[in-house]
């Protein structure tokens, strides 16, 4: 069974950093891409960042571009986000997911972790 | 593109045959997928591709649709159906529709 574990998350600051972390189990994880999805408080979805299963290219939404840094370790099966300069907008629910053929669908997902950007 | 679902809130008794709608400002060309979201929870992979369902969801739940606009259809509500619906469309970078709300009368 595909199991997918986010921590890391919490209250932090304006311009603070972060990092998240995804635990995967049930699954040859170095095979998969993975991603970044948010979901602000009471809104919709939104894809954050996407990473190739080797790690060798990674992707973002324009808006994290340059703050946030999707990385892996595939011998610890584990995906990460780094979130720096992080501002009231980032504010939301973040999973991580498995992203068929990298540019697809999403099809499986953790249960999610909470970021709140705040003073 | 941006996609935009209709209605945002629906009510249907258990049993209904029921029609979500989602419309892309510009041609999809298929690729379309719809996510259930249990209040709580993460979202679900219900289909892809439009049309083809992910394993283990039920039958009653079906896909269709071309160009711009696309429908999810179950074809007899269940208590469990209780949840929001979002469309998701990756044929031009990766955006969310902002969901259909579905309600038991």
């Known amino acids: 069974e595909v199991q997918l574990v986010e921590s890391g998350g919490g209250l932090v600051q304006p311009g603070r950093s972060l990092k998240l972390s995804c635990a995967a189990s049930?699954?040859?994880?170095?095979?998969?891409?993975m991603a970044w999805v948010r979901q602000a408080p009471k809104k919709g979805l939104e894809w954050v960042a996407t990473i190739i299963y080797d790690g060798s290219r990674t992707y973002y939404r324009d808006s994290v571009k340059g703050r946030f840094t999707i990385s892996r370790d595939n011998a610890k099966s584990t995906l990460y986000l780094q979130m720096d300069s992080l501002r009231s907008e980032d504010t939301a629910t973040y999973y991580c997911a498995t992203h068929y053929g990298y540019t697809y669908y999403f099809d499986y997902w953790g249960q999610g972790v909470m970021v709140t950007v705040s003073s | 593109i941006q996609l935009t679902q209709s209605p945002s809130l629906l009510s249907a008794s258990v049993g209904d045959r029921v029609t979500l709608s989602c419309k892309g400002s510009?041609?999809?060309?298929?690729?379309l997928a719809w996510y259930q979201q249990k209040l709580g929870e993460a979202p679900k992979l219900l289909i892809y591709?439009?049309?083809s369902l992910q394993t283990g969801i039920p039958s009653r739940f079906s896909g269709s649709g071309s160009g711009t606009d696309y429908t999810l259809t179950i074809s007899s509500l269940q208590p469990e159906d209780v949840a929001t619906y979002f469309c998701?469309?990756?044929?031009?970078?990766?955006?969310f529709g902002s969901g259909t709300k579905l309600e038991i009368k």
């Open positions: 998701y469309q990756y044929n031009n970078g990766l955006t």
């Open positions: 510009q041609n999809i060309n298929n690729y």
């Open positions: 591709n439009t049309n």
């Open positions: 049930g699954f040859t994880f170095s095979d998969y891409n």
